[in-house]
């Protein structure tokens, strides 16, 4: 089942629609559930919802999933490109666009904001073990982040198609200097037609780049995978096929 309900940012106190998902026995259960938290909501379940008009087909997926969970979905800012700004935690230029930074601010506002609510009013299980966050272009930037900036809250994150072109410094050091629990896996992805078209500019040593993220989490003691999709573009119809392989990596 679908819910939406209201919440307001605290930093920047704009309103926000949170697409949720329950179980479909919640109701009639005692029973307490995962909680996966995603950006970019309103792309996860409807088609008629969807930026696009393609959706990830999020809930047919869940439905048919052995495992039951929450997912908790933020939708974006629709202005302009604040999206952008929102679901950055680094201040760059990317495609001739000023991107100026508020993921830091945006995180602190689900950690200790969205989430008590969502443990609170819901059935919950709230430890890190139980929670996961994940998205994909700006939302695979912010799920990246968010795993290291906030390792004490999640312990697992998939980050499709990650927009990590400007800020690969800013990742590296993140990735080498942040504390990282053992308990903690990673799945990356992007696809290869990602780097025709629009996205040429894209960096063409994509893979080489994740390969090396993946090796420094490995060192450090969690655990990190790297799929590249062949034939997967930009889009919500090639993050869906993924859906199977970032679940079963990150929750067998």
């Not at 005692?30 to 909501?41: A, C, H, L, Q, T």
Request: hydrophobic letters at 35%.
């Amino acid at each position: 089942m679908i819910k939406k309900f209201q919440a307001t940012i605290s930093y920047s106190h704009l309103r926000r629609t949170v697409h949720l998902y329950l179980p479909d026995d919640y109701g009639s259960s005692k029973e307490r559930y995962p909680v996966i938290y995603m950006y970019d909501g309103h792309n996860l379940f409807f088609d008629k919802d969807a930026t696009y008009g393609k959706s990830w087909g999020l809930k047919e997926f869940l439905d048919a999933y052995p495992k039951k969970f929450i997912v908790v979905g933020v939708e974006c800012n629709h202005e302009g490109h604040k999206r952008l700004d929102e679901y950055s935690p680094y201040s760059f230029r990317l495609l001739g666009m000023n991107i100026h930074g508020e993921g830091k601010e945006y995180m602190d506002w689900l950690v200790h904001h969205l989430k008590p609510y969502i443990d609170k009013k819901y059935r919950t299980l709230p430890d890190r073990e139980h929670t996961m966050i994940a998205g994909s272009s700006m939302g695979g930037l912010m799920s990246y982040y968010s795993i290291f900036a906030h390792n004490d809250i999640f312990s697992k994150a998939a980050c499709l198609s990650s927009t990590f072109d400007a800020c690969q410094e800013e990742i590296m050091k993140l990735t080498k200097q942040s504390a990282i629990d053992p308990n903690t896996r990673i799945f990356l992805s992007f696809g290869s037609k990602e780097l025709r078209g629009r996205w040429i500019k894209r960096n063409p040593l994509i893979q080489s780049f994740h390969q090396e993220l993946i090796d420094i989490i490995q060192k450090r003691g969690g655990q990190a995978t790297f799929e590249w999709v062949e034939g997967a573009s930009h889009n919500e119809a090639s993050w869906e096929k993924q859906i199977p392989d970032f679940m079963e990596y990150l929750w067998k």
